[in-house]
């Protein structure tokens, strides 16, 4: 590996549970391999405004147990620009930083590989996003815990819903993606779950309805992921308002709870195993991939892979849940 003395860390885009954890893998595993590190406070806009800390190992010690980021994170509009990246790549020279690690989804890896390519700066990413929408990876930071989350609050919902007697959508988050709608719905033994990759083939709600929507239940609950394809939770329950008056329906946003909170074992380790791997791939001088994990092993996926391919639904899950929920 040529030329590298110092790594950089920064995380960017939503924060996601494991990040702290993925943020202290990096350091230790990096400060055991001799390099000095320094985290990048509030993502790209830190790299632009110069918002450096040399971290020590001690900056990383009782945080794999928080949720959030400990470098905090930030949109940042002038990295979006060619002129931004040229302050970024500045301040890089003058802190000494050799190479880059990006914690974070899409659109941070969208920056560190158009940032990558024009200054050949390497720089690996890890996946944090509760969503599981980076392509080429079974999982990314933050999903297992935001799935616990979901689940502990949609058994809580159950409890009402079974003593009125009513229809519940309850939102998630994902984006463009319907991972945690789905897995979500199997978690809680839900009716449903509508999500926007199968919204273009199927009126979701209408076949729900069709199918003896609740013969043999006195109440129902159905997962819906949050996406312009799908509608929203509030957009379903309008439509059910106005062509299914016969049902008393209610609708719970979940929203930023579940992004909160303290990581799973799973996320943790995750984590840990995806920050050390990362210094290792920039040993191995690999650059411009992505740290990911496929049955269990590590494994680097290109920037352009992760990005540009949609990560597929597995149809199975969907089979199973509409077996289980007669």
């Known amino acids: 590996m040529a030329g590298i003395n110092c790594i950089g860390i920064l995380t960017s885009g939503g924060d996601a549970p494991g990040m702290n954890a993925a943020i202290r893998a990096v350091t230790r595993s990096a400060i055991f391999g001799g390099f000095k590190v320094k985290g990048i406070y509030r993502g790209y806009r830190g790299l632009v405004t110069g ?41 890089l020279k003058k ?36 969503d599981n929408d980076l392509f080429g990876t079974d999982k990314t930071i933050g999903y297992d815990t935001a799935l616990n989350t979901i689940m502990e609050c949609v058994d809580k919902i159950r409890d009402t819903a079974t003593s009125h007697e009513r229809l519940f959508f309850i939102e998630v988050m994902g984006r463009d993606a319907g991972f945690l709608a789905l897995n979500g719905a199997i978690a809680t033994g839900a009716e449903a779950a509508i999500i926007p990759e199968i ?50 329906v209610r609708v719970t946003i979940l929203g930023h709870l579940q992004r909160g909170g303290s990581p799973t074992a799973t996320d943790r380790i995750l984590a840990s195993r995806m920050g050390a791997a990362a210094v290792d791939a920039l040993l191995e001088d690999q650059r411009n991939v992505m740290i990911g994990i496929r049955n269990d092993e590590i494994v680097y996926v290109p920037f352009s892979k992760a990005i540009k391919n949609d990560k597929p639904i597995n149809r199975e899950l969907l089979n ?3 077996r289980l929920s007669i």
């Open 199 to 248: 919204s273009t083939e199927v009126d979701q709600l209408a076949e729900l309805i069709q199918n003896g929507f609740r013969k043999s239940k006195n109440s129902s609950i159905v997962l819906v992921a949050e996406s312009p394809v799908t509608g929203g939770a509030m957009t379903l329950a309008e439509r059910v308002k106005n062509e299914y008056p016969q049902y008393d």
């Open 51 to 91: 918002e450096i800390v040399e971290f020590k190992t001690q900056n990383v010690s009782n945080i794999i147990q928080m949720g959030g980021t400990i470098l905090k994170t930030a949109r940042c509009k002038e990295f979006q620009t060619p002129e931004g990246r040229q302050l970024a790549y500045e301040t």
């Open 320 to 322: 199973t849940l509409r």
């Open 95 to 130: 802190e000494g930083i050799d190479a880059l690690v990006v914690i974070g989804g899409d659109g941070s890896l969208t920056g560190a590989r158009i940032f990558a390519s024009e200054y050949n700066f390497p720089i690996v990413g890890l996946p944090g996003t509760i």
